[in-house]
C-alpha cells in the first residue's frame, strides 16, 4: 500500500509525462471575460479566434484561444479560472475583471507561474498585470455627457444606468460623467439617480423602465454601457422624447439608433479586446515584444444616425454573417 | 418527515442516554463508499480522456497532475465543502436552508470591512482574533436568526431561509456601497492574507520551476470535517439532530428538546458558512457585494449528493465533502475535457455543461436515495411478516 502511495504521489508531482512530437510551437492563450451573456464578451471572443487564426501564421505558431469566461458575472470564478489557466499551461491570459480586488491576488500568481497576463475591458491596475486595453473611462464618461447636454439643449433632468458597481472601468465613467455636468450647470442629476443593475440585457432594461415609469422627469439617459439595447423593445417610450446617449455599439444597439430612440452610441472596440489582446500578448510571448504603453487606450467610435449603417457593416465582418 | 430509518437505530431511543449508547464509529455508508467509487472512476475517466497539455516545455497530463488536484479542485471546494457541512446538520434535522451564500457573503463582507482598517503589516496577535471571530460571530448570528424564526414562527423553513437569503443579502448590499472591499488603494493585513489563509508553499521541481500551492484553506476543511464527524457521529448533540430528524413527533415524545436542536442544526450551518467566508476573505484578499450570489445551489447540491436525504434523518459529514468533491471534478473535468469525440460528432464542452450535469447528479442522488429508503423500507416489512 505505501508502496502505491509513493507512486501515485511521484507521478501527481511530476505529472504523467506523454511524448509528443510537434511540428510548430503551440501557444495557449485564455481569455477570461465577465460573463458569456453579455455580447460584448461574445465579440471579444470572436476578435480573439479571428486573431489566433490570422496571426498564428504571421508569428510561426499555432495559437489556441481558452475562453473560460463564468456564465454569469462572478469574480470568484474568475479568479478561479485565471489560476486553472496558468496552472495548465496558457502561456497568455486576457482578463476583463469584475471585481479588481478578487482577480488581482490570482493574476499575481498566475504571473509568478510564468504566465503574461493583460487585462482589457476592466483593468485590475494594482496587479502585475503586462498592460490595460481599453477605454480611458473617465474620458469616456465625459464624452457621453457631453453628447447627452448636446441633444437634450443644455437643460432638464437626467439619470445614468451605471452597471455594475464593482467594476473599477464603470466607476470612472461615472466620474467622468459627474465632472463633464459640472460643464452644464441647467442640467441636473435625478436624486439617487445612479441605477446599478447585474449586467445583463433584461434586468438592465427593467431598471431603465422602472426607473423612468417612477420618475417620468428624466428627460434623458447617460448609459455607461449599453446592456439595456442589448434586449429588443428595451425602450418603453416614443423615438426621441426621452434622449439616450450610450457607450457600446452592438449590432442590437444599432437598431435604437435608426429608430431614433438613441440619439449616439460611444462605440467601444469589443471586437478589439479580443483581436488586440491576442496580438498584444503573442508580441510578448513570441517576440519578447512590450507594448509601448501600459495604458493602451481604445478610440471610442461615435455612430449616429449619419454613419450606423456603415459601422454595422463592420459586425458583419466581424461576426463572419 | 421520514419514518425511523433502520440504519438510524438514535431515532427510536427514548433518552439522551440511548441516543449516546447507538453512535459508535462505523465503516462509511454504502452512499459513501458508493461516491468513493464515482469518485475513482471521475478521476480515472478524467486522467485517461484529457488532453495532455504543455507546460514548460513537458507534455504532461492535463487532469492527473497535483498543479491541478490541489490548487484547482481541492482548494476551491474547500468553502463549498465547509457550507455543505454546515447545511448537512439542517438537511439532517429535516429542515432545509438556502441562506448560506448570503450568510457566506456577509460574513466575508464584514470581515473585510473590519481588517481594511488595519495597516497592512499590522501585527498577527491583533488581526488574527478579528479576522477569526467576526466572520464566526455573523455566521453565527445569521443561523441562530434562521433558527430562531423556524422554531418560534413554526414556519416553513424554505421560506425563513429565503426571506433571509435575501435580507442578508440586502444588508451587505446597503453597507457597502463601494461594493468591493478592501475600499481603494488598501490591502488588508498580510497577516491574515499572505501570511495565513493565502500562505504560499514553495517546492522546488527537478526542472527548477516551483510548485506553487496555498493549503491553507485545504487544511481548515480537512479540520471541519474531523470535527463535524466526531459531532455528528460521536455525540449526544450531534445523535439528538438525527433523532430529530428521523421523526419529529417521536423525538418530541422522547422528551428531545425539539425546538433546542432545530436551533443547534440553524445556528451551526450559519457558523459554517461564516467559516468559508473567512477562508474566501483570506484567500482572495477582498469580499464583494456578490460574493457567494447563487452558492447555496451548489452546497445543497454537494450536501444532497453527498447523501443527505431531504426527508430528514440521513446525511454525514464525509458525505458532505464528497458530494462537494464530485461536484468539482464534474467543474474540472470540463475543463480539462473540453471536448469529447464522439466519432460521429464532438461535443465542445464549456462551463454552461456543469450547470446540467450537477443538475443531473443531484437528481440521481435523489433518486438512488428514495430507491434505497424504498428498499428499506420493504426489507424491514418483510422481515416483520
Redesign the interface.
Known sequence: MRKFTMIVSA??????????G?DKK?I?IGLVAKS?SNPVFQAAFAGAKDAAKELGPQFGVDVEI???????????KQ??AI??LA???AQGIAVSC?????C???IN?AV???SVVMCFDSDAP?SKRMCYYGTDDVTCGKLVMAELARVMNDRGTMAILAG???GPNLQKRVQGVKEEMKNHPNIKLLPDGIF?HPEAPEQASEAVNTAQSTHPEIEGWAMIGGWALFAKNALKWAPGTVKVVSVDGLPAELGYVRSGHVAALYAQDSYGWGHKSVEILLNKIVKGEDPKDVHIIDPLTKVTKDNVDAYGKNWDKWLKK | MSQPTATEPATTSSSSASVKRASRPRLPRIQEAGLLVVILLLGLVLTFAAEPISVRGHMINNFFRIDNIIPNVATPMSWMAIMALGVTFVIVSGGIDISVGSIFGLAALSTAAVLQNFPENASPWVVLPLAVGVPLAIGLLCGLINGALVVSLRMHPFIVTLGTLSIFRGIALISVPSKSLPYGDKNLPEAFTTHFMSWQLNIPRSDGSMLLLQPMPMIIMLLCIVVGWVFLSHTVAGREIYALGGNEEAARFSGLAVGRIKLRAYALSGLAAGIAGMISTGYFGSANTATGEGYELTVIAAAVVGGASLTGGRGSALGAVLGALVIKLIENGIYVLKKIPLGFVTLYLSKEYSKIIIGLAIIVAVAVDRLSEYLRTKKLAAAKQ
Open positions: 507521478l501527481l508531482i511530476a505529472g504523467v509525462s506523454v511524448v509528443h510537434a503551440k495557449v458569456q481558452d475562453w473560460q469566461t463564468p456564465p454569469d458575472e462572478d469574480a470568484q479568479a478561479e489560476e486553472q496552472r495548465g499551461g469584475t471585481d479588481a480586488n478578487t488581482t491576488p490570482a500568481k509568478e507561474l510564468g494594482r455594475n458597481q464593482t446599478y
